[in-house]
């Protein structure tokens, strides 16, 4: 029963491991598409895969051939990704804990707006570099082709998503009658042309953040899930890596494996004076 931690890690890495196969295989897959938004994540996939791969193996080897450095290596690397998913799952919860829908009148799909949301968000979204990409892959979805057909009537009965409510249609406020009203930026941003449409308006971009938000707090709950499960698993490569040590000889614990110990430096002289009192007194 001593080495059941070990039996637990190895059979935990071997599963890990067979799974980085296919994570490492749809980046890889990804590389050859040509649609923008596949290849955004195909770096983060490839770095997952691979961190998997190597982490697993290292736990796998260490608990099943009793390998001590390479168990060591597998629980740094864990101490290392507990610490980052326990901050990433705190800094998630801090970013997304503002914006939202403001609600429109006779309409049930609500609308975003940009300075709701958390001064990081706007300015990762407000890069060129970054909405350029995210522009490109709303394009390729074609997440507006059905919006731009609606008739006046589809508007008031039906609902949009974050995105489509920001990039597919201008601000409900908006008018474009004979008037001199100052109106939103965003107004004068729109455009019939369906390559273009609102996809430079702030409310697409708050669009965005809506979904990302709503992701991203999924995904924190996600985290302290996983969080729970590597703290335990961690304590469990612990045991794993003390039996390590322990199997070098394959004695059982607490049995005495010593059979040649080497006195100290000072351990003669004090014999010798020892012996020399005795025969004194």
Same mark, same amino acid.
């Given at each position: 029963m001593y080495r059941f931690s070990n039996t637990v890690i190895g059979f935990?890495?071997?599963?890990?491991? +067979? $799974?980085?196969?296919?994570?490492?295989?749809?980046?890889?897959?990804?590389?050859?598409?040509?649609?923008?938004?596949?290849?955004?994540? @195909?770096?983060? +996939?490839l770095f997952i895969g691979f961190i998997i791969l190597i982490v697993s193996l290292a736990g796998f080897i260490g608990a099943c051939f009793h390998v001590a450095w390479a168990? %060591?290596? =597998? +629980?740094?690397?864990?101490?290392?990704?507990?610490?980052?998913?326990m901050g990433l799952t705190v800094f998630g919860f801090v970013v997304t804990s503002q914006g939202g829908g403001m609600d429109v009148p006779g309409k049930v799909y609500k609308? =975003?707006?940009? #300075?709701?949301?958390?001064?990081? +968000?706007?300015?990762?979204?407000?890069?060129?570099? =970054?909405?350029?990409?995210?522009?490109?892959?709303?394009?390729g979805s074609k997440t507006c082709a059905n919006v731009?057909? %609606?008739t006046p009537y589809d508007y008031l009965t039906k609902d949009l998503t974050p995105i489509q409510s920001g990039c597919c249609k201008p601000p409900t406020a908006c008018n474009y009658g004979l008037t001199t009203?100052? @109106?939103?930026?965003? /107004? &004068? #941003? %729109?455009?019939?042309?369906?390559?273009?449409?609102?996809?430079? /308006?702030?409310? /697409?971009?708050?669009?965005?953040?809506?979904?990302?938000?709503r992701d991203w707090q999924k995904i924190s709950v996600l985290n302290?899930?996983?969080?729970?499960?590597?703290?335990?698993?961690?304590?469990?490569? /612990?045991? $794993?890596f003390q039996n390590?040590?322990?199997?070098?000889?394959?004695?059982?614990?607490?049995?005495?494996?010593? =059979?040649?110990?080497?006195?100290?430096?000072?351990? &003669?002289? %004090?014999?010798?004076?020892h012996d020399?009192?005795? #025969?004194l007194y």
């Open positions: 935990l890495n071997l599963f890990t491991l +067979l $799974a980085s196969i296919p994570i490492i295989g749809a980046g890889l897959w990804m590389a050859r598409s040509s649609t923008t938004c596949e290849k955004f994540l @195909q770096t983060p +996939l168990l %060591w290596l =597998y +629980l740094f690397v864990m101490l290392l990704l507990i610490g980052a998913l609308e =975003y707006h940009l #300075q709701n949301y958390s001064p990081w +968000l706007r300015k990762r979204i407000k890069d060129p570099q =970054y909405w350029v990409t995210i522009r490109a892959c709303i394009l731009i057909t %609606w009203m100052t @109106q939103e930026a965003d /107004c &004068y #941003q %729109w455009n019939n042309d369906p390559n273009l449409l609102c996809y430079e /308006c702030d409310s /697409c971009k708050a669009g965005v953040l809506e979904d990302v938000r302290i899930v996983m969080l729970v499960l590597l703290i335990g698993i961690y304590s469990i490569g /612990c045991c $794993a390590t040590k322990r199997a070098v000889s394959d004695y059982p614990h607490g049995e005495n494996r010593m =059979y040649k110990v080497r006195p100290r430096w000072d351990f &003669y002289w %004090w014999r010798w004076w020399r009192r005795h #025969q």
